[in-house]
């Protein structure tokens, strides 16, 4: 029932044979990264598998107001499974992991100013240079920053989880359970420059989630074959952030030409505390069939049913500053924070699926077609909320509906001549309430908020193809059309250049962007690349001998809710030239 599908990862489960595998990779800022993984029997039922990752590396940015550069890399991880062979029809594997990654990051650079419809003197130039400040640099390939709040992203997760497969008559049944958790610890310079606008921000949160699947798959016919189960997941999220004021508060949140503004020690070490609370609890029932009505058409049927409840909890309470009575000074603190508490609980329940038909026209031509209703469940805000507009409150806005999706694909999939491949799908997605992160002026919710846009259609083609031309050489290449539009968003955020903007003296927060184009989404994208291949052997080790160069490109694309001139990353390219040696087994090097 997702909107963009899902990816299904499986690792290698321990093996009976006795085997180790080990890599090592080098690169430039001193990058280290080692991979391990060692299995075998530990009796005659039982095998485990061992594994281990570490990944190192200098930072690639620039601070020269510590002298030290940020964005670095220390990853470590290390996986254990055991698997149980009880019978010849059942597996049961146990499996536990933990990963640390401990990073001083991540840090951004400023690749530009752009001017809002405020008054001259609430531009960024004329209050940068009213502090006697000037960015190290505009130039975001420079890699120079002058950040004084430390950076630091620090995460811990991990879990463990219980596989157990069961042949039952003409199929398999599967039961998962699994326990998981997430702590992230970071601080971030949030003004991302070397003034103290905000001294502090940073959200610490834990994150711990239980689910469980039973399934079963298999033949149920000579002509019927498919999957249906239950699905169980219980989340809890808790967060408890910090944001504090800096000495140059006052001249980025100044709004007027007041005298009060200047108040020494007015904003000083004013901020908020905040606690928060998501707990989600989601359970579904599915099913899938394979229906094969001759040999050449298959129509596979799906269908889910959907039960979320999540319950919300936001506490923000302002601290420090000046201690203060007088009623103007007050007002001015509460333009830039304010306390905020709301509780949100919301249920939905939702039937999703999915028909495709296939046909294999021929041996090397199969042709396909399907229409999927997905969906989104229903969403909270607990991140901070702007002010909300007339006729609605913070409930209302920290409710976000769920995505209702329609989609719509039809393609072919051929192999033209010996070993090739061309594929070629044209599709259609309609999509009701897209949720969707936004940003808002408002200091107190700088992190953005999620929301609803009313309607969103994403449509295009995509080609992929590869050929082995000869037994040395191979290519494959692949290409993207795609048309991503707001058919309707009437309450957007305003785009960055129109911060500001007044109609008859009252400020406007929205904008209908409806027409415009979706953020993220490149008109163009494709991807081409070759590789030549020879028979060899290297140190005793049979293999072969390759060189292969890939590039990757897309068009330009909006990265703001409302597309923005000043938004627009352009299009660009990306090359990656590689040779080594590649054995079967043994030594491989690259």
């Not at 933990?98 to 001017?115: E, F, K, R, S, W």
């Not at 007050?330 to 028909?355: C, H, I, M, P, R």
Request: proline fraction near 4%; aromatic fraction near 10%; hydrophobic fraction near 35%.
């Amino acid at each position: 029932n997702t909107t963009s599908g899902a990816f299904n990862i499986t690792s290698r489960k321990p093996s009976f044979n006795s085997g180790a595998d080990f890599e090592v990779s080098y690169g430039n800022y001193a990058y280290l990264q080692a991979k391990a993984s060692v299995t075998g029997a530990l009796s005659k039922k039982i095998a485990g598998r061992l594994s281990f990752s570490g990944t190192q590396r200098d930072g690639i940015i620039d601070n020269i107001k510590t002298g030290k550069p940020t964005n670095t890399l220390n990853n470590q991880g290390i996986r254990g499974q055991l698997l149980f062979t009880p019978t010849e029809n059942t597996n049961i594997t146990l499996a536990g992991d933990i990963t640390t990654q401990h990073n001083d990051g991540y840090a951004q650079v400023v690749a530009g100013v752009a001017p809002t419809k405020r008054a001259a003197y609430r531009q960024f130039n004329a209050i940068i240079a009213d502090l006697n400040y000037q960015l190290p640099s505009l130039n975001a390939f420079d890699r120079k920053i002058d950040h004084d709040t430390p950076w630091r992203s620090n995460q811990d997760l991990g879990g463990a989880s219980l596989n157990i497969d069961t042949k039952i008559g003409q199929g398999t049944l599967t039961s998962t359970t699994a326990w998981r958790f997430w702590t992230w610890d970071p601080s971030n310079d949030r003004d991302f420059t070397g003034l103290q606008q905000l001294a502090k921000s940073q959200n610490p949160s834990r994150q711990t989630q239980l689910t469980q699947e039973l399934r079963y798959a298999g033949k149920i016919t000579s002509k019927i074959s498919g999957v249906a189960g239950i699905f169980f997941i219980d989340q809890t999220s808790k967060t408890n952030g910090t944001e504090e004021s800096g000495n140059a508060q006052w001249r980025f949140a100044q709004d007027s030409q007041s005298p009060l503004w200047k108040t020494p020690g007015l904003f000083e070490g004013y901020g908020i505390h905040t606690d928060a609370k998501i707990h989600s609890t989601s359970a579904a029932i599915f099913g899938q069939l394979d229906w094969a009505i001759t040999d050449r058409l298959h129509v596979l049927p799906g269908l889910r049913h959907n039960y979320d409840n999540k319950d919300a909890d936001y506490n923000r309470k302002t601290y420090g500053g000046l201690q203060t009575t007088d009623p103007a000074l007050l007002a001015l603190k509460k333009k830039v924070y304010t306390d905020q508490e709301f509780s949100s609980q919301t249920d939905n329940t939702d039937f999703s699926g999915n028909l495709t038909v296939t046909y294999k026209v021929s041996d090397k031509i199969n042709a396909y077609a399907t229409y999927a209703k997905s969906y989104k469940p229903v969403g909270v805000n607990v991140a901070g909320l702007p002010t909300p507009p007339a006729g609605q409150t913070l409930a209302d806005l920290a409710v976000v509906k769920p995505e209702s999706v329609n989609h719509y694909e039809a393609g072919v999939k051929t192999s033209p001549f010996k070993n090739s491949i061309f594929n070629l799908t044209v599709f259609n997605t309609d999509i009701k309430d897209f949720q969707t992160n936004v940003q808002a002026a408002e200091l107190g919710v700088n992190r953005g908020y999620l929301a609803n846009a009313d309607k969103v259609r994403v449509k295009g083609a995509e080609l992929d193809a590869s050929f082995v031309i000869n037994r040395h050489f191979s290519i494959n290449g692949a290409a993207t059309y795609t048309d991503g539009k707001y058919v309707k968003f009437t309450n957007a955020p305003l785009p960055l250049e129109e911060t500001g903007t007044t109609v008859d003296g009252v400020a406007v927060s929205f904008k209908d962007v409806s027409g415009t184009d979706l953020p993220g989404a490149s008109r163009w994208a494709g991807s081409l690349g070759g590789e030549y291949t020879k028979n060899a052997k290297f140190f005793g080790n049979l293999g072969k001998f390759f060189i292969a160069l890939d590039g990757y490109a897309r068009s330009e694309f909006s990265s703001s809710p409302s597309a923005s001139q000043y938004l627009k990353v352009p299009g660009y390219a990306i090359f990656n030239g590689r040779f080594g040696f590649r054995a079967s087994d043994g030594l491989s090097v690259h």
